[in-house]
């Protein structure tokens, strides 16, 4: 049995869950992982791991997919949050942003980033305030609030669909890819922001990321998924001198960087599925 950290601080707690989609393809086989409040952990791996998977039986976003959670349980604050509505998610506290941006292309940035507030019963000069704090951490956008986010370059569509989550006041950001066809310089401002948002509002984060470098830096804890089961997990400065992760993940061993070629065959010998 893996350990999965400290418990008793764990603001979100997922339990040996199995996901299936159209009643026949399994996909997560028993994951577990916990979330502390305040804390910043990476859902790390390659494509097809299951890390979007992860994240969307958390925030019940399955069902549109056909998929369903057939075993374990998810609680939040000690709660089970598995029979609960997207949009009940998100006035828990817990809201994810997507792989992909998806921004609403034809609306302005402002008006996307007022449509996180819309479960919200709060009065307009409180979700002026909100919004100003937005600008305040991404002034890019305020830059560019009246110009249409179809229009927008990729970094700005990920400032504004992680600024869209924070209208709605959450207290747990699920955040999928951020890094995602970005520039290098734009993922260190991305992960930049995260870090002050966490810092600053003390908004928790449960990122999925395959830039495993840029997230062992940013996040506190880590897990590593692969074909839909958590393989390894750690504080993320003990798993960034891991030498199986630093080799087959980051690309470097004792001997320096290795080939492409060299790391996929490390995948016959990695120690921690021997």
Not at 136 to 161: D, I, N, V, W
Not at 230 to 258: C, I, Q, T, W
């Amino acid at each position: 049995m893996l350990d999965s950290g400290k418990t008793e601080d764990a603001l979100l707690e997922v339990t040996n869950i199995e996901v299936i989609y159209n009643h026949v393809i399994l996909v997560l086989k028993g994951v577990s992982l916990h979330l502390a409040k305040g804390g910043i952990t990476a859902l790390l791996g390659g494509n097809g791991a299951g890390k979007t998977t992860t994240l969307k039986a958390i925030s019940n976003l399955l069902h549109s997919e056909r998929g369903e959670v057939t075993k374990g349980s998810i609680r939040y604050r000690g709660r089970p949050v598995q029979g609960l509505d997207p949009a009940a998610m998100v006035k828990s506290g817990v809201i994810q942003v997507m792989e992909g941006r998806h921004c609403f292309e034809h609306l302005t940035v402002e008006e996307n980033l007022l449509t996180g507030a819309y479960t919200r019963h709060a009065g307009r000069s409180e979700i002026e305030a909100d919004l100003e704090k937005v600008y305040a951490y991404f002034p890019r956008l305020k830059e560019r609030r009246k110009s249409q986010a179809g229009y927008t370059s990729g970094g700005e569509q990920q400032m504004c669909a992680i600024g869209r989550a924070l209208m709605s006041k959450p207290e747990t950001i699920l955040l999928d890819e951020p890094s995602m066809g970005l520039a290098p310089q734009l993922v260190e401002e991305i992960f930049g922001i995260v870090k002050d948002l966490n810092e600053r509002e003390g908004v928790s984060f449960l990122l999925a990321e395959q830039n495993t470098n840029v997230a062992l830096r940013f996040a506190h804890y880590g897990y590593i998924l692969e074909s839909g089961r958590v393989v390894m997990d750690g504080p993320a400065a003990e798993l960034r001198e891991n030498p199986d992760v630093k080799e087959f993940y980051l690309g470097v061993s004792d001997e320096g960087r290795k080939s492409f070629r060299d790391v996929r065959s490390y995948r016959r010998r990695k120690r921690w599925l021997s």
